[in-house]
Structures are given as C-alpha cells and as structure tokens.
C-alpha cells in the first residue's frame, strides 16, 4: 500500500494537470461564444469574455506551476547515477551541519586513505563535530567473504587485508583527531562506532543525517564502485525508510 506522505508528488501532478484542462476548457468555452458576441447586450458581454479569458489564463498559470512542482518532487526525491560518484558522496558529507550522524555499511573502504584524510581534513581543519556509525563485514565470514570475491579478480586473501586496513586506518583516524581536540574541544572526543555484520547486504549504504542517503550495489564481478548510484533526500519518504530501517536492523543484529 502506496503511504500518504507518498502521494505528495502523484497529487500534485495530478492537480496541475487538472487545473491546466479545466483552463483550457475555459477557453474552449470562451472562444465558441466569441462568434456570437454581435449577438450579446454589448459591453456586459463583452466584460463577461474579458474576465473568462482572465479566469483561464489565471487557471493555466497556476496549474502549471503546481505541475512543475510535482516533477520536481519526484525528481528531488529520487535520483539513479550510472555510476558511483564520489564526488557527490563527499559534497554531501561537506555540506552537512557541524553535528551530523553519518551512518555507513560497507565491506571494506575501496579507498580508505583518500576517504579518511577527507573525512581528517573536515573533522581537525573544518571544524565538523560528525558522529560515525560504521558497519563493515566480519573477517571471521571467510565463506561469505570468499562469496563475495568468487567472481573477481581479488582473492580472499586480499579482502581480509582490505577488512583489516580499513578497520586500523579508521582507528588512526580516532587517534588524529582526538588529539587535534584535546585542546580545540577541551577534550572531547571522535564518537566512531564499528560493528561486524555477518550477513549479505544489498549494497553500500551512506546516511548523511537526515539529507542525504546514498545507495550502491554489490556487483559480483567488481566493485560496487562500478555500479549505479542511488540518491534519495526524502526522508519522509517510503524508499528512504526502506533502507534506513535495512541499517539500523543490520546494527542492532551485529557486534
């Protein structure tokens, strides 16, 4: 069943049309008596045009500013890249306020030392306060891991090395910053959470608080980096708790 918060766009693309043929019906009636106006009381008639032609193109305008904005609720609501952007990942993450919750499930980091030097430079030189939740796979998996890698080119070997670099990259990170905020924050400390999952998820997931959730797929002959990219910054919307719910069950079931 389609929620309530989820007509929103249907609606008001539906109104906009509506309100556009009920002008334009308003014309079709104006111009059919337009032939008969030497036959009307002269000038009242002629005012009463004036003010139908008005009325319609009254109804028109705002019947296409109404549809406009339904397309571009759909268009806000959900966007699919062809292919993983980083680009827009980290313009997200920048962008975010100062305290923000950025959730995160991955296998492991495709680029760890790029991801956290950016994530380093944002939370020591631009002063983001940023909360981490991040789920990564669970080394001890090793027949889902070897699943996961059986039709790439990289052996399971090197994914336990990747699992480990990015864990201990991700811990260096903590100790970086807690050190640039002793004195900045009086002490403070980066919240970083990591818990190990041990089932098969869809996709990497980033949640940038509560403005922007990006979704990829696992493909099983490459990097997810190669796949689509799903933007969604609805968070009202039906798709948005879909995979925020597939996150937080995802947290709660793991260690």
């Not at 009254?58 to 759909?74: D, K, Q, S």
Request: charge should be positive; proline fraction near 3%; glycine fraction near 6%.
């Amino acid at each position: 069943m389609i929620k309530r918060r989820d007509k929103t766009s249907a609606n008001l693309l539906a109104l906009g049309g509506a309100i556009v043929t009920i002008s334009a019906a308003f014309l079709t009636f104006l111009f059919s008596f337009i032939g008969l106006r030497t036959l009307g009381p002269g000038a009242q008639f002629l005012f009463g045009i004036a003010v139908l032609y008005v009325a319609s193109g009254v109804l028109f305008i705002i019947g296409i500013v109404i549809f406009l904005t339904g397309c571009f609720e759909v268009v806000r609501r959900l966007k699919v890249i062809p292919e993983w952007n980083d680009e827009l990942l980290k313009q997200a993450i920048r962008s975010a306020p100062k305290d923000s919750t950025i959730r995160i499930l991955q296998t492991w980091f495709p680029d760890i030392e790029s991801f956290c030097s950016f994530l380093e430079e944002l939370l020591i030189d631009d002063e983001k306060q940023y909360r981490f939740e991040i789920l990564l796979i669970n080394r001890e998996c090793k027949q889902l891991i070897s699943a996961r890698v059986m039709l790439r080119t990289e052996t399971l070997a090197y994914a336990l090395q990747q699992i480990d670099a990015t864990i201990a990259r991700l811990e260096q990170m903590k100790q970086r910053v807690d050190i640039a905020w002793e004195t900045k924050y009086l002490g403070a400390k980066l919240d970083l959470k990591i818990r190990c999952y041990k089932f098969m998820p869809l996709g990497p997931i980033y949640q940038i608080n509560q403005s922007h959730l990006f979704v990829g797929y696992y493909l099983n002959y490459e990097s997810s980096v190669r796949g689509p990219m799903l933007v969604i910054r609805d968070p009202k919307s039906r798709i948005w708790r879909v995979f925020e719910k597939n996150f937080v069950k995802g947290w709660e079931g793991s260690q």
